[in-house]
């Protein structure tokens, strides 16, 4: 999907001429059920018993053809909201919220397809149609562009709705399955919408059975219907017009961006036990990374809507960190947090952190895929910065092909292997991931190499290490002297870093120090692209899950090595100096700070990666080895206990 390249103002004036037909929709009409069944319901009773009832509305818009034989329904969506509080014969204002809502994203949806037909023709066809005028060569573009109406009109009508009803869910802390929506229609937008109706109404009537569930069954209606469209539009053409302009409707302070999920940029609020860099000890490429990334996310600009580190190279937008229990991960996570929260303070900018944890996986088929997707969504959110965590994920996220794997933990592996590198992936810098797991081995190979970056997170390793972890973990509580050490001096970082770095001129793992060693002894020292790709080519001969990914990443990590600097603190101190530049100053001013890519760099970057990939392989070697063992011993105990059986 392209990036929308202006702002348009979608008039008032446009809203305000569909709000009688937005108004006739919920008021009443008649819907026959074609891709859903019709679940057994009561008509919503009216409150107001002794007048007369509202008129009902049928669809005359040309397009629509009904194939199914199924009788038609009454729908009567101010009823259904009215019947949450059966016992009050006035409207509340929750109700009256949600109905507004639901009215206002009508009627947008329906201004927005006009905007559309008019820029691709469309309403001329419709008006040839109508008159029996419509040539038979450009029947195929006329369907195809009422279908493109529709899914335009559905998006639309629960982006905006969903939008304006946060307000008012966001005090509520219900939250409804209300499973898959399934009347999506394409006709045209006059149909898609009343399908969609017709199914809400329908949710209400199963879900809704008080107040207190009257917003959060209609917003995971809209969630659902947003996925729906989103499906239904991927495999759709003459979209090119819609997705290329963003609207925007001033009075809702709402913005339309293709097939975007609006929301309000509000910030997480955040119990978390900060920490500070400091109080991380030892991890010090992890630390390193960690401060670099968490500075590179205030570099995102909200008008552009793009990071300019994402657009030099040397973004990271997804990472894992591995480590032995006990060695820093959760740690790495607080610190992290921390700098991000206290960046965006001083920016004053929306900050978002959450965190994917085994409570998402659900027993309810489809469920651990919602509740990832909305993980996701909650994050990418292009107008607040964002940093989501997946700790544990070796449990939450299960392996293809392993019958151990719960179909849960398969739902939550398919959604973040389409989100971190999907065909509709786009990186913009406003936020990034961290995957991270003690046993990294037991995480799916694909998702695993989804990760760009890797963070070894070992913990403390030298004895200046474990002096300065024992003396701040005691606490002040005492006078033990310090002794012969500079307390925290080992954990200055650049030096500390660049150490760690050097330390990659020669691999780690056993298995690829033999590779390496083998590589240098046939072509020398490698100093060219050639002989880096000769011993590219070695590894995976070696490996064979060392795929094109793997270079990439390596790449990918070689351009953060590139910029290998932190912003300066001062211009995270005052919002002056860079955060409130526009968006070309921001470029201009990182890529001075760049440095040349070096052969030590790309050396260090590949051992530091395939290291990483011996490792987790020696050890999920080790494990399938281990449970082969296991089922053997079994099956001879099997086997023992059958003899004596028989015998």
């Not at 018993?49 to 038609?72: H, I, K, N, W, Y």
């Not at 600009?301 to 300019?308: A, I, V």
């Not at 998402?360 to 940093?387: L, T, W």
């Not at 080790?622 to 003899?643: D, T």
Request: a negative charge; aromatic letters at 8%; glycine letters at 6%.
């Amino acid at each position: 999907m392209s990036e929308p390249s202006d702002l348009m103002e979608l008039k008032e004036s446009a809203i305000a001429d569909k709000i009688p037909a937005a108004q006739s929709l919920l008021d009443g009409f008649d819907h026959t059920p074609r891709l859903a069944k019709a679940r057994d319901v009561s008509p919503a009773p009216g409150k107001s018993a002794g007048l007369p009832g509202r008129r009902r509305f049928r669809s005359t818009t040309p397009g629509l053809v009904t194939q199914s034989t199924a009788r038609a329904e009454g729908v009567n969506l101010i009823a259904r909201v009215e019947a949450t509080t059966p016992d009050d014969a006035l409207t509340s204002p929750v109700q009256a919220g949600v109905l507004h809502a639901l009215r206002r994203a009508l009627a947008t949806a329906l201004a927005v397809v006009d905007q559309y037909s008019d820029a691709t023709g469309l309403s001329a066809l419709m008006k040839d149609n109508l008159e029996g005028r419509l040539p038979e060569v450009r029947k195929s573009e006329f369907n195809e562009g009422l279908a493109a109406g529709s899914v335009i009109a559905l998006h639309v009508f629960a982006n905006m709705a969903s939008y304006l009803l946060s307000s008012l869910h966001e005090t509520s802390e219900l939250s409804v399955d209300v499973g898959d929506v399934e009347e999506v229609l394409t006709d045209n937008a006059q149909t898609a919408l009343s399908g969609a109706l017709w199914e809400l109404d329908q949710t209400l009537a199963l879900f809704a059975d008080s107040e207190d569930k009257l917003v959060p069954t209609v917003t995971a209606f809209l969630e659902q219907l947003l996925d729906r469209a989103q499906m239904r539009a991927a495999n759709l053409p003459r979209l090119e017009a819609f997705t290329s302009v963003a609207y925007r409707v001033e009075e809702d302070d709402f913005e339309i961006r293709g097939f975007e999920a609006a929301s309000r940029a509000r910030s997480t609020t955040l119990t978390m036990d900060f920490k500070k860099p400091h109080e991380v000890v030892g991890n010090h490429i992890a630390k390193y990374q960690a401060m670099k990334l968490s500075k590179m996310l205030m570099a995102y600009d909200f008008d552009r809507r793009l990071n300019p580190f994402a657009e030099l190279g040397g973004f990271i937008f997804t990472f894992m960190g591995d480590g032995l229990p006990g060695t820093g991960k959760t740690i790495l996570i607080q610190m992290m947090a921390g700098l991000i929260n206290d960046y965006c303070a001083v920016a004053d900018y929306p900050f978002r952190y959450a965190n994917l944890s085994t409570e998402s996986i659900d027993s309810y088929q489809g469920k651990s895929a919602q509740n990832a997707k909305a993980f996701i969504r909650q994050i990418i959110d292009p107008a607040v910065i964002g940093f989501g965590t997946i700790d544990d994920i070796d449990q939450l996220a299960g392996i293809r092909g392993d019958r151990q794997s719960s179909a849960g933990q398969l739902e939550i592996t398919a959604v973040l292997m389409e989100s971190f590198a999907g065909a509709n992936t786009v990186v913009r810098g406003n936020c990034t991931f961290g995957m991270f797991s003690n046993y990294p081995e037991k995480v799916d190979d694909a998702l695993r190499q989804r990760a760009s970056a890797r963070f070894l997170v070992d913990g403390p390793q030298t004895r200046e290490d474990y002096i300065d972890i024992l003396h701040l973990l005691m606490g002040k509580n005492h006078d033990i002297p310090v002794g012969d050490h500079d307390l925290f001096e080992a954990q200055e970082i650049k030096k500390a870093v660049a150490a760690s770095y050097e330390s990659y001129a020669r691999p780690k793992e056993e298995a690829l120090e033999a590779v390496f060693d083998r590589v240098t002894k046939s072509h020398g020292k490698l100093d060219t692209i050639a002989e880096l790709g000769t011993y590219l080519k070695a590894i995976q001969a070696a490996d064979p899950r060392f795929t094109g990914r793997a270079v990439k990443n390596i790449t990918d990590a070689i351009k953060v090595r590139a910029m290998d600097f932190e912003l300066p603190d001062e211009w995270m101190e005052d919002p002056e100096l860079f955060l409130r530049k526009d968006y070309e100053t921001k470029k201009a001013m990182i890529a001075d700070l760049a440095s040349e890519i070096t052969v030590d760099m790309v050396i260090q970057e590949i051992n530091r990666y395939a290291d990483s990939e011996f490792r987790y392989a020696d050890k999920s070697d080790e494990v399938a080895i281990e449970n082969a063992v296991r089922e053997m011993e079994r099956m001879e105990e099997a086997k023992r206990r059958y003899l004596e059986g028989k015998g």
